[in-house]
């Protein structure tokens, strides 16, 4: 080749970049050049067989299932980089807490579910701020936590283990072939329910498979278990009581409810159920037969049980408080009193997707992004938090932390400041003068 290029510079004149731009490829330019053209095409050359030491082309990006991984891939990609975070999270307190019901307040008191003296004075509330966020690459449908680590499960099928103080990652559980819709753990085991209709009992110390629950012909949307039982709901509306000793199905209710089971809870000898037919059921444990039906106006979003007192949330955005004690409203208030108002259709309003009772503090995740904070003796709103950009899926609380779960591929762990939040006395007129003291607004940085 050289010499051939030689001769036609020195026989005609021409540069030698002329003459090697003129001349025929050789073998190897040639292959190089194919190679450079199939990469730009989109081939993927791989090696087969070592001996022979030749490369095969293979068109996969051709491929349907190539082609659906790629879309898929880059759906997740852009859905991830349009969800817009909140860069300060807001811890916001209404001025003049609406009371829904004075005699409903008193109802609560005397029904011997609460005490006046377990009633919290918002100017005694420690300031909220964000320790960390955790993110993920997909939908954050539950989570549970514990002093050290979260627990977490996600739209994309896995189960993901976080250090709760530092935010690492200790272990992600692949299982399922559906998203995790519930969690619960405690120190020997992990239980999750999955939209693959099946539950998944975990060791939580090997991080490993103990057993697998199948029964449900619809997906698992709920759990809750205590030392003997475990009690699953679904969308098939159907309710079973499993063993936590042999992982054996006790019992089977067929018919719970006429609509998808949509909220669990265990309280002692009993279970209570909430559905979309708007029924809450409160079940003897033992003998998995119902007590008492509670009838609401929408479709049942959570529950939460203590002592004497049953909480739910509606659709409408409503909250109710019952008595265990002869199964009697005592109190009830709206998410949003403006909506209300404005006479907004109630399936179009804010609701609750999951309630939590810490003490005095009813916590609800609101669907609007936003987490209420109620005192459960009067029913007043004491605080509002917005650290998310989408749907609050779940919370969990003790009195240190706060863990709300989002749609919003993100987990955020909040922490209790110490000491109180101080402010000048204001003047509101015809309100009680436990409600005098309460900051307006506090930035969480």
Not at 149 to 163: A, F, M, Q, Y
Not at 311 to 329: E, F
Not at 365 to 393: K, Q
Request: proline share 3%; with cysteine.
């Amino acid at each position: 080749m050289i010499s051939l290029v030689r001769e036609r510079s020195g026989g005609c004149g021409q540069s030698t970049q002329d003459v090697m731009r003129l001349a025929p490829e050789s073998a190897a330019a040639t292959r190089r050049r194919l190679r450079e053209e199939e990469r730009g095409q989109g081939v993927l050359v791989e090696r087969e067989g070592e001996d022979s030491g030749r490369r095969r082309a293979r068109r996969l990006y051709d491929s349907p299932c190539f082609q659906a991984l790629s879309n898929e891939a880059a759906l997740v990609t852009t859905r991830t980089a349009r969800i817009p975070l909140i860069e300060v999270a807001i811890d916001e307190r209404p001025s003049a807490p609406h009371l829904p019901d004075s005699a409903g307040i008193q109802c609560v008191i005397l029904a011997g579910c609460l005490v006046t003296s377990q009633s919290t004075n918002p100017a005694t509330i420690r300031p909220i701020s964000m320790l960390r966020r955790l993110q993920f690459e997909s939908a954050v449908l539950c989570v549970h936590c514990d002093t050290r680590k979260v627990v977490t499960g996600t739209e994309d099928r896995l189960v993901h283990i976080h250090d709760i103080r530092s935010g690492h990652l200790i272990q992600t559980l692949h299982g399922h072939k559906g998203s995790i819709q519930c969690l619960q753990f405690d120190d020997h085991k992990i239980v999750t329910g999955s939209w693959d209709t099946t539950c998944i009992v975990w060791d939580a110390v090997q991080h490993t498979v103990s057993n697998v629950l199948v029964g449900h012909s619809g997906c698992v949307t709920c759990l809750k278990f205590n030392n003997d039982r475990l009690v699953t709901g679904s969308d098939d509306c159907s309710i079973r009581v499993w063993s936590t000793v042999s992982w054996e199905c006790a019992a089977i209710i067929v018919t719970a409810h006429a609509g998808p089971v949509t909220s669990l809870q265990l309280e002692g000898a009993f279970f209570f159920s909430g559905s979309t037919d708007m029924l809450v059921k409160v079940w003897s444990l033992a003998s998995v037969q119902s007590t008492a039906s509670l009838q609401h106006a929408t479709a049942i979003t959570s529950l939460c049980v203590s002592r004497l007192l049953l909480i739910v949330a509606t659709m409408g955005g409503g909250v109710h408080l019952w008595s265990l004690i002869d199964h009697t409203p005592l109190m009830q208030w709206s998410v949003d009193r403006e909506e209300v108002e404005r006479e907004v259709p109630k399936e179009s309003r804010t609701h609750l997707t999951k309630l939590l009772l810490n003490g005095t503090r009813l916590i609800g995740a609101g669907s609007n992004s936003v987490l209420y904070e109620w005192d459960i003796t009067t029913g007043a709103c004491i605080r509002t938090v917005l650290g998310h950009s989408r749907i609050l899926t779940d919370v969990w609380a003790d009195d240190n932390r706060l863990v709300t779960a989002s749609t919003d591929y993100t987990v955020c762990v909040w922490h209790m400041k110490k000491g109180l939040l101080k402010e000048k006395k204001r003047e509101v007129v015809d309100l009680d003068p436990f409600f005098l003291d309460i900051p307006i607004r506090v930035i969480v940085k």
